[in-house]
């Protein structure tokens, strides 16, 4: 799966806060089995729920799919 069909497929499911190492923030959603995160420039922008897109528009996106 691509970036861009990931975005087309998720882009509008919530997921949740899981950790952050250093400025990269990690999100899930265990329900979708997926998983992404993004550089945030300070952890006052962290917040407990996002959607797929908030986390894509952040710096350095990545996102993982359990098969």
């Known amino acids: 799966m691509t970036e861009q069909e990931f975005i ?5 499911e ?3 806060f899981k950790n952050i190492y250093k ?3 990690t999100y899930v959603n265990e ?4 998983e992404c995160s ?6 006052d922008d962290l917040s407990c ?9 952040l710096d350095y996106f990545k ?3 359990k098969e």
Do not use: A, M
Request: a neutral charge; charged letters at 25%; zero cysteines.
């Open 14 to 16: 919530p997921v949740w």
């Open 23 to 25: 400025f990269r923030v």
């Open 31 to 34: 329900s979708l089995g997926i």
């Open 38 to 43: 993004g550089i945030v420039e300070s952890r």
């Open 8 to 12: 087309f497929k998720y882009g509008k």
């Open 63 to 65: 996102f993982s799919v």
């Open 49 to 57: 729920e996002e959607t797929v897109w908030d986390i894509f528009n």
